[in-house]
């Protein structure tokens, strides 16, 4: 099994930035896929960024040149580095991750949210204009 633990969520005002971080422990390395997701109110949960086992990364294009994820795993953790934050960047963030396909060291789940198993219990970002 494997635990992932959201934080650094909040509210800022338009044009702040927020960085979120995501621990993770239990059954999981570096092969796994992690990502971040956001869900707002009425909507379905969408992938915002993801880096797989090789360190590449998928931005979703509306926050390409704003947001950055990166993952140090030394200590199985996940960030959300958010910069000139707009009020629909808000909802609720959650961190996901993906296992390795099957006898491999590699995950490529990309930002589908049905390949991603494990989730954590989320992190509410709100910004104002």
């Known amino acids: 099994q494997v635990q992932l633990v959201e934080s650094g969520g909040g509210s800022v005002q338009a044009g702040g930035s927020l960085r979120l971080s995501c621990s993770g422990s239990?059954?999981?390395?570096?092969?796994?896929?992690m990502g971040w997701f956001r869900q707002a109110p009425g909507k379905e949960r969408e992938g915002v960024a993801i880096i797989n086992s090789y360190g590449g990364t998928d931005i979703v294009d509306s926050m390409k040149g704003r947001f950055t994820i990166s993952r140090d795993n030394t200590k199985n953790t996940l960030y959300l580095q958010m910069t000139s934050l707009k009020p629909e960047d808000g909802g609720m963030y959650y961190c996901?991750?993906?296992?390795?396909?099957?006898?491999?060291?590699?995950?490529?789940?990309?930002?589908?949210?049905?390949?991603?198993?494990?989730w954590g219990q989320g992190t509410q970002v709100t910004v104002s204009s």
């Open positions: 996901a991750a993906g296992p390795p396909l099957f006898l491999t060291d590699y995950c490529n789940a990309g930002r589908d949210v049905s390949k991603y198993k494990f």
């Open positions: 239990g059954d999981i390395d570096s092969s796994y896929c």
